[in-house]
């Protein structure tokens, strides 16, 4: 009787961790999924940033041309040239700094989503040796856990009488 419930508190147990493991790796899986949709998001959206860095640089050197030769200088004027060339520097750093940014940030969600993958596979691992654990537990219990001398395995105490019915214990002894 003892090793029956031993037998299946170890199963219960056993199969709970492997569950919880599994449960955990299901959803580092998921999360891992959400972060490679996020860093695909954050592609898009640099992409989306330095095509608007982009064009307002031309607008710009549209805009500044076309003002120096309203105000009658000449666009081939060194002083027009010098400014126009800032303009170009500056929005190339600003382009370099854009792609620099975006690409440190996809490659932190890539790392994060490496990470979460290998956290949930930790805990799929830990599921399975937790069973493990489990059962040479009870295994161990099975094996400490024995009948009392002079019991059946039914649990009723034999002392060489004749066992009665009885109507409030259920049982009593008779001795010889």
Known sequence: MFNFIIAAATAISTVSSIKAGKAQKAESEANAKQMEVDNALLGAQAMQQHNARAAIFSDATSANTAFFAFSGRDVSDMSVKAF????????????????????????????????????????????????????ASGLYQAKTVRRPSGSTSSGVPMTGGRVNKSTTTGYTLGIK
């Open 84 to 135: 126009l060339e800032r303009q170009k520097q500056i929005y190339i750093q600003e382009q370099v700094v854009g792609g620099s940014q975006a690409t440190a940030e996809q490659s932190k969600m890539t790392m994060l989503a490496t990470a979460e993958r290998k956290r949930g596979k930790n805990a799929l691992v830990a599921g399975y040796l937790g069973a493990a654990g489990n059962i």
